[in-house]
């Protein structure tokens, strides 16, 4: 039995996108062959979810800590007594926690790139150069075995990131074919979520937080507004800039045709009732909600960047538009609204790829493959 522990900082409770990654990896690799375990913070409903199918976690709140001596020292037990194999990291302190103790316990590292590992904005210079140390260090030591991206741009990334270490992949975490709940009362969510059929009913389902740049919906919304008045956009997520969203939708006079639901679990169930899925991120690797959008046949609009805009483009699900330019966001709505056979067009390429190629069961394999042969 391959034994992997999973080290990842700063989830943010089971909604995570990370842990939501993680946790696709605990369902879908052999359970036959590999064991998988969850060393985390910040998330009090984690252990018990990660256990309910069939892994084992650990939530250490010292990880947060900036210097997390304690953490260390909890880890390096916890790999001990449960004689690990892998150390699967997630964040970029986790990767430097493992690798510092891999000096000594000379186990297989991977570390796992989800949008930000050494260019990481969160960091002042100084310590940015620290981080390059050690990772260089690590590398010429052999101490790092493997790079994951859940995409081939974040591998280009990497590439530039790290030019001293080439045993880089990627993979696609997929979708599945989510049937619609019939069984749930449609008529109640489309009343209680002001759901209405005579709108053309745009959604953002995501963290409201800076790496989403949630303040271009509300432009861009201000422009589509001007150009029709039966276009809606339903915000569902929670996030730090929840309040001055909010704020800044009444100061635009949006109320009418904005509005806010906070988070929903499960909303990718109620994809199928909407028209359209929007990204407007400053940075991502491949968000789960396109996987979501895809499997429903929902359109996807988004930047140019990274995953979004390989995945747009690789499987014709939907249009792209200019980073940050609200005017050339908002016609590239426009247009799919009045252009109903290319927008259902979009949709059907977007589920027939998760069919054919992007799904569970293929991440399941890939994963597994990496984790018994690395």
């Known amino acids: 039995m391959i034994k992997v522990l999973h080290i990842a900082d700063l989830l943010e ?37 990660f256990k ?20 260390i020292w909890v880890i390096k037990n916890f790999i001990e007594r449960y004689d690990i194999d892998i150390l699967h990291t997630h964040f970029t302190k986790s990767y430097l926690i493992a690798g510092i103790l891999n000096i000594f316990l000379k186990k297989k590292v991977i570390v796992n790139y989800h949008g930000l590992i050494i260019a990481n904005q969160f960091y002042n210079h100084f310590e940015k150069k620290i981080i390059i140390s050690l990772h260089n260090y690590f590398v010429r ?23 001293n270490f080439r045993n880089i992949h990627y993979y696609y975490n997929g979708g599945e074919i989510i049937k619609n709940n019939h069984s749930y009362d449609t008529m109640k969510f489309k009343t209680e979520y ?16 800076e790496q989403k740049n949630p303040f271009m919906l509300l432009n861009i919304m201000q422009l589509l507004k001007e150009k029709d ?39 990718s169930k109620f994809f199928y009732l909407f ?12 968000p789960f909600v396109i996987w979501e959008a895809m499997s429903n046949g929902l359109p996807l609009v988004g930047p140019e960047i990274d995953g979004i805009k390989e995945i747009i483009e690789d499987t014709k699900a939907g249009v792209l538009f200019k980073i940050n330019d609200n005017i050339d966001a908002a016609e590239k709505i426009f247009q799919l609204y009045n252009d109903k056979v290319k927008s259902k067009c979009l949709g059907k390429n977007g589920k027939m790829s998760i069919i054919n190629n ?8 890939q994963l597994s493959n990496i984790y018994i042969n690395i």
Do not use: W
Request: charged residues 20%; hydrophobic residues 35%; contains cysteine.
């Open 358 to 365: 992007y799904n569970y069961i293929n991440f399941g394999k």
């Open 13 to 49: 409770n089971n909604i995570s996108g990370v842990y939501k990654h993680i946790k696709l990896i605990n369902q879908f690799t052999d359970k036959e062959k590999i064991k998988h375990y969850l060393i985390y913070s910040n998330g009090d409903l984690i252990a018990r979810d």
């Open 194 to 209: 002001k759901i209405q059929e005579s709108f053309y009913n745009i959604i953002f389902a995501g963290r409201i937080t």
């Open 275 to 286: 028209d359209l899925l929007i990204l407007t991120s400053n940075y991502e690797g491949i």
């Open 52 to 71: 309910s199918d069939g892994g084992f976690a650990l939530e250490v709140i010292d990880l947060n800590s900036k210097i997390p001596v304690k953490a």
């Open 229 to 267: 008045s039966h276009i809606r956009l339903h915000i569902f997520g929670n996030g730090d800039l929840f309040d001055d969203l909010l704020l800044y939708s009444k100061s635009m006079n949006l109320e009418n045709c904005v509005y806010f639901h906070g988070y929903l679990a499960n909303i």
């Open 141 to 163: 030591k052999r101490i790092l075995n493997l790079m994951l991206s859940c995409s081939k741009s974040g591998v280009k990334q990497l590439t530039t990131e790290t030019p």
